[in-house]
């Protein structure tokens, strides 16, 4: 009998998976990740928040951009948890790397999982989508072939059919099964 081959492995912000671990002590459980598509991964969940230190339920942070830095900062208390972050997230994130990976989904809008459009607040005005969390932008620069994307956009059956061949094509790509691809795969390589 051959040896099982490794399962699928993904890593996703935790309270997608349910776990209470988002600022107000909730969770934002996705129901195609947690039940449909997780018969067919293994899940590695991470939340930078909790993982840096902050506790459940805890004051929200957001993103501020001061002069030309964006910060990662908690208004009710004025506490800076940049740097922190940042050290925090390159120690994960070769821990990550170090797994093998096969796919990432990140939470939508988080200051510390956002992969794009996050909002970033800069005086009085309104707060611009222009920015991604300092985790996302840890995990996305280290890991740049890495299949990844945000639970919001998995709503858009395109997006969802495109990341989900993706990460089984990477999977099969790291396996070591390199025999001549089919087109489709290369097409889909092509949009890593």
Partial sequence: MSPKPPKVRVGISACLLGQEVRY?????????LADTF???????SVCPEVEVGMGTPRPPIRLERRGEEVRLVMPSTGEDFTDAMRA????????????????????KDSPSCGMER?????????????????FAEALMARLPDL???????????????????????????????????????????NHV
């Fill in 24 to 32: 107000n002590g909730g969770h934002k459980r996705d129901a195609f």
């Fill in 118 to 134: 996050v909002k970033v607040y800069a005086g009085a005005g309104a707060p611009a989508k222009d920015g991604r969390g300092l």
């Fill in 88 to 107: 925090w997230s390159a120690r994960r994130v070769d821990e990550l790397a170090a797994m093998d990976l096969d796919g990432y989904v990140l939470k």
């Fill in 38 to 44: 997780g018969r067919y991964v293994e899940w590695v």
């Fill in 147 to 189: 299949p990844v994307e945000e639970e919001g956009r998995l709503n858009d059956p395109l997006l969802r059919e495109n990341f989900i061949a993706r990460v089984f094509v990477h999977h099969r790509w790291r396996g070591g099964e390199r025999e001549e691809p089919h087109p489709y795969e290369l097409m889909l390589l």
